[in-house]
């Protein structure tokens, strides 16, 4: 089900819906200790509010600074009726984003994440984290993979069910649910930490409704930051590798602007940029260590260094040099890194299926761009670069505009596995595993493979 027909549905069973589910003494149980948690006037974001009742009406009655969002125009025209201390905006989710620098003491997240697709609510979990102040918490309510098969649903091997149709208000509704496992480890992946997880069994007023089995979970948000994830990072990663250059080319030409827009906006002040990407950079200078950048002391304001950290064994040294020709004492300095972000869908399908196909033992491991930058931070922190942010690029994305599915897929597999695999001998075998991937991708974004892109922008720690 698309979000539009989400939208569609609850704008139509939204009196419904709540005449069945708002009095659960269970949920609001819940929501009240999770209230009782928080400062006085704490901000919260409820994500998917529906009608309010009983979440929005138990937060507002808390005094907290309540804001909802939600597809359905019924439902926020209802809460914004109803609770006009809050602030209630029609939103999708996936798209949201908050006032820049408005950061959350708590988001919940009451039986909405289920609407999405897998690939959606993993990445959510991820801007959840970004959206929260430190020691910030997530609530969410939820039912396990494993309670949704006797209502007609099956999850996979690794207990994920991504959109199946199941049984909800007398109706089939493609849902989303994963097992308590998975919740935990896509947590964690995100950052958050001390998660407690309760069910609850509930009964809608209707007896005829099935009984709902809710998890109630609580994180909180750990001191990892999310856009550097996923974590806990793996014992290995790929080895040294150069992304190829013919291919990086001819991605670029298939990329939208969501980069370079995000980019020209932050380099608007400076005048004197080095760029380096992999079709710039001089291998010699990034691969040896001993090599050094041909300008002298300070010649820059601005270097950005654009998917060309990937899979070096040594960044200390680049990164020495690239503050070296970074002149710090410019009003406008800054070193802008972009690498991948953790939810990126390109690199969550290669790190799948090629690692498994590898036949170099560099290869054999996945990437992992939140180390990358995590690493990078360190050095720059090292070489007067300390004020580190990181921005997400959420809407960069490859475009394919083949006619069929099927020449889609290919063409992305092909493309994406000379870029990265190119060195491996057999790089057919890796475009046949990397087509299946690219394929279910396609399927909910027919002509866009998600590259979301993190920023990091570190600009010099100056004496106060
Ligand atoms: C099962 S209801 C739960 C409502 C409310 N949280 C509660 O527990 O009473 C799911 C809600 O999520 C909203 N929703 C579904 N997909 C969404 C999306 N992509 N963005 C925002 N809201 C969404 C629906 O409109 C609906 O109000």
Redesign the pocket.
Known sequence: MS?QA??S???EI?LD??NN??N?AG?RAFVREAASKLPPHAQVL??????????AETLCAAELDVTG????TE?VELCRKRFPTGTFIK??????QPEPQQKFDAI?????L???SHR?CYSMLFKFSEWLRKDGFLFI?TIYSQDLVERGARPDSSGIIDLADVQ?MSRNVPLTALSGEKWSNYLTAAGFVDMQATRYDFQPADPTLKVAHHHFITVKKGDSHPLMGPYPYPDKVRGPYSINKAAYKSFLGKLNDAESKALADVLKKNTNVLKIDPTTSNESFLFGPKEKLSYPDNHFDCVVVAWALDGLDNLEEPLREIARVTNSASPNAKIVIIQAAPDNDLLKQVNVVCPGVAEKANNKAPMHHGLILHRAAEALKTNGFANIELTRIADSACRFAERDLAARSQSAANLFAKMYYADEEDVQSMQAVLAPGMDSILKETPNDIGTQAVMLVATPSRAA
């Open positions: 979000h989400t939208e549905l609850y704008d939204f819906y709540e589910y708002h659960n949920l409820d994500v998917g509010c529906g009608t309010g009742r009983p979440i969002i939600d597809l359905s439902m939103a999708d989710m996936t798209k949201y919940f997240a009451v039986l909405s289920f609407h999405v959606e309510t909800f």
